[in-house]
């Protein structure tokens, strides 16, 4: 399979309230893969209080905002650095609307339709620009130099020359063509 356009990366959260309910992880990966993404980073972490304050920053003072913070600290929550073409906006579509309540009648067969609960409880978050892609990415996954795969991996990724590991939910660049470029580690 060949992806024709440049790809872009973008971070996308499976939040406390889906990631306790498996058949939901499983119905969200499929959908991750039928949209023909490709999972470049993936981890489950526990975010501390302090951490999801640092996250959610730009919310501080809004009336949902401890609501927030305490939700986002009350569970593991699997973070997915994502490659497609146009992966931020394409993502933010198929979740749908923040507010779920009105998204349920609106937009009911996005993920935030289908799964969120609340309108705090609403199942995945994505990055909204590149900007924050960037930030989002460097705050859950520090070790990973998103310029680099750009310079080094993307065009393989593009290419399709990967393999897909599907127990740790992640593509790699293939073997065989590790060794054609020596800078991927
Ligand atoms: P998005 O996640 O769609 O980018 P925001 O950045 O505006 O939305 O908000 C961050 C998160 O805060 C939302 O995903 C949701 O969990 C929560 N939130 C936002 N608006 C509300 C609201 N009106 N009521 C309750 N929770 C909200
Ligand atoms: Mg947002």
């Known amino acids: ?18 990631t306790r309910v498996p058949h939901v992880i499983q119905a969200i990966r499929s959908k991750i893969l039928s949209e023909k993404f490709l999972v470049v980073r993936h981890k489950e972490v526990r975010l501390s209080k302090q951490d999801t304050e640092r996250f959610y920053g730009e919310h501080q003072g809004k009336f949902f905002y401890n609501r927030l913070v305490t939700f986002m600290a009350s569970g593991p929550t699997q973070a997915l650095v994502l490659a497609r073409e146009d992966a931020i906006k394409h993502w933010r579509a198929l979740m749908g609307p923040t507010k779920v309540y009105k998204t349920k009648y609106e937009a009911p067969y996005t993920l935030r339709g289908l799964y969120g609960l609340t309108d705090t409880r609403n199942s995945t978050h994505g990055s909204d620009s590149p900007e924050t892609a960037a930030q989002e990415m460097k705050f859950f996954f520090p070790e990973f130099n998103w310029e680099h795969w750009q310079k080094c991996e993307e065009e393989m990724f593009r ?26 580690n």
């Open 1 to 18: 399979m060949t992806i024709r356009g440049p790809l872009q990366l973008t971070l996308a959260l499976l939040k406390p309230d889906v």
């Open 159 to 184: 290419k399709g020359l990967v393999t897909f590991d599907e127990k740790d939910f992640i593509h790699r660049v293939s073997l065989e063509n590790r060794s054609i470029n020596k800078s991927v």
